[in-house]
């Protein structure tokens, strides 16, 4: 994730994908996306979807071009990023947030995803990658798409979400105008953290999913 996000726009964001590609000989891809990776799975599937086979994306946003917002860009600009950190840990924290019980093979998993995120925001994020992941997400928004701007393509959607995570009302929006959709459902209680507590199965439903591609 982080390495994408230095790129500031899906011009340079399509063309470093795609330069990579064609460096270690691949033609034909499958692009698959969770959360925040999902607005980059997206951006490159608007560019590129002529080579993509399939898409997996997983509590991920829809865009839409009300959720931006100019001042919060200058916002994040100015304001320091200490302030920015804690608001942002403060976000995760609800992320991570699980109303029902975890099972005991998933606690482990699930302490150390919170590590890594907890490492990430103290050592490893800086203000510059943080303007590179809102400025993504600004154009993913400034670019909405419905599915006859892919009508040529034949390949599949597979779209994966929980009840109670924070982007589930997206689902119905990405399902609607990505053609050839289809969805995935975990029950509440999970939130975002639904994937990696139910390890098993979320790989399962994709493993099941490609078999039709």
């Not at 606690?107 to 590179?132: G, H, S, V």
């Amino acid at each position: 994730m982080n390495r994408f996000t230095t790129f500031g726009t899906l011009d340079a964001l399509s063309r470093g994908v795609n330069q990579i590609l064609e460096v270690e000989g691949i033609d034909r891809v499958i692009v698959i996306g969770q959360s925040m990776s999902a607005i980059i799975a997206q951006l490159y599937f608007q560019r590129n979807f002529a080579r993509v086979d399939a898409m997996v994306l997983t509590n991920a946003p829809a865009p839409r071009k009300e959720k931006n917002k100019k001042s919060a860009y200058y916002i994040i600009k100015i304001i320091p990023f200490f302030i920015l950190r804690f608001a942002i840990k403060k976000k995760l924290n609800r992320l991570t947030d699980i109303a029902a019980a975890i099972p005991p093979e998933a606690e482990a998993r699930c302490r150390f995803i919170q590590a890594r995120l907890n490492d990430m925001l103290d050592n490893k994020l800086n203000k510059k990658t943080m303007i590179n992941i809102m400025k993504l997400a600004f154009e993913l928004n400034e670019n909405e798409y419905t599915a006859g701007d892919f009508k040529e393509w034949n390949g599949r959607v597979l779209i994966i979400t929980c009840e109670d995570d924070i982007y589930f009302k997206d689902s119905d929006s990405l399902t609607s105008n990505l053609p050839n959709a289809e969805l995935y459902t975990f029950p509440k209680g999970l939130g975002h953290m639904a994937p990696m507590i139910h390890r098993d199965k979320f790989f399962s439903i994709i493993n099941e999913f490609l078999k039709k591609v």
